[in-house]
């Protein structure tokens, strides 16, 4: 399903795109056959927004994100499409390229942070490090230091010790002057996710992109998540990619929306309008499948089925089988962005007036 770029921003040179991807296509070779986890994906950001990316686990949200930052890994590849940040190409762009840009331009703070933290370097050795290898500072990456370092911990007179703990006051971490000796483990799960931000943030990326930031965490430290993200952008000029399933979190916090189903985008909106008014069909299954707070008694409508798992002939439209007004077109016709409503598209037979000929 291809999908035009998005249009809706002034023509000035200055709120062109940060990132733009263009028919992005990634896919995994496995013994049941090719998945292809994203198919012909456009998106763009501008600097200064918040943009979620929303849609069931499975629908290719996390692969999208790895991909614009260059870290499919075998047997999974790109075989289609660009992603450009700043207008430069980072699909064609090498390996070495890729790592000077990771960090201080783009950053991304992964689901698990457990399990990306380093578990045998204190937190503030984790964020001195990023700091050192993404900014001239003046301290050495050099082997024979990093081991040095990480044997007689970090220096607390120097530079990038000085802005890790910035860094950590930055994203609300109580005594962070104490907590920065301290080990991931010693961190709660919603500590961890502050110093996953820490670290992302610690370079001042131009793009930062939180793929689910507040999974597994309660709702009261969530709020605080997405406080700080609301604040870093605000306080660093940081553009968000906000990845979730989450659509209180989308809701809340993003300016635009993207709803992915099945590798591909199904609607895109300014947040108010989406919640307004869903049009796509399985945006709308999303939306009566999540409880309300100001109804909390209301019957909850689960979509049936689930996210096909990318492998073999699809309907024309991903959805078809699992949607309620479906038509013998929609399995034949691949549908194209229509446009709904000022500022809002999608890509369904059945909506806009050509919808009328079904």
């Known amino acids: 399903m291809s999908s035009p770029r998005r249009s809706v921003h002034s023509t000035d040179p200055a709120d062109q795109p940060l990132l733009e991807v263009s028919g992005l296509r990634t896919q995994f070779y496995t013994d049941r056959g090719t998945v292809t986890a994203v198919d012909g994906v456009d998106l763009s950001l501008t600097s200064g927004e918040i943009v979620g990316l929303v849609g069931e686990s499975g629908s290719g949200k996390s692969v ?22 700043n207008d ?74 000085r802005r890790a703990i910035e860094m950590l006051e930055t994203v609300q971490i109580p005594e962070a002057a104490t907590r920065a000796d301290d080990f991931p483990h010693e961190f709660s799960g919603g500590m961890r996710q502050r110093a996953m931000l820490a670290i992302a943030l610690s370079c001042e990326p131009d793009l930062l992109i939180a793929d689910e930031p507040t999974t597994a965490l309660d709702v009261t430290i969530q709020a605080g998540i997405l406080d700080e993200l609301r604040a870093l952008k605000d306080a660093f000029d940081t553009t968000i990619l906000l990845i979730t399933h989450n659509l209180a979190v989308v809701a809340e916090t993003c300016d635009w ?17 989406l919640f307004e008014n869903p049009s796509h069909p399985y945006t709308q299954g999303l939306i009566a499948s999540t409880p309300r707070v100001d109804d909390p008694d209301a019957a909850l409508k689960p979509i049936p089925g689930s996210v ?36 809002h598209e999608v890509a369904c037979l059945r909506r806009g007036t050509e919808a009328e000929r079904l």
């Open 257 to 273: 929306v993207n709803v992915m189903y099945a590798g591909e985008i199904v609607e895109r909106a300014p947040t108010s309008v």
């Open 64 to 85: 999208l994100a790895r991909s614009v930052m260059g870290l499919v890994d075998d047997p999974g590849e790109i075989t289609d499409g660009d992603v450009r940040l």
């Open 88 to 161: 430069e190409s980072l699909v064609n762009a090498d390996d070495e390229r890729l790592n000077e840009l990771r960090g201080g331009t783009v950053s991304m703070v992964f689901q698990d942070p457990m399990h990306s933290l380093n578990p045998t370097l204190s937190v503030g050795e984790q964020i001195a490090e990023t700091v050192r290898l993404n900014q001239d500072i003046g301290e050495s990456v050099s082997l024979s230091a990093e081991i040095k370092r990480k044997i007689l911990g970090a220096a607390e007179d120097s530079e990038a010790w």
């Open 308 to 343: 096909p798992d990318g492998v073999g002939e699809q309907p024309a439209c991903k959805f078809a089988k699992r949607c309620p007004e479906a038509k013998p077109a929609c399995y034949e016709d691949p549908p194209t962005f229509r446009s709904v409503g000022t500022d």
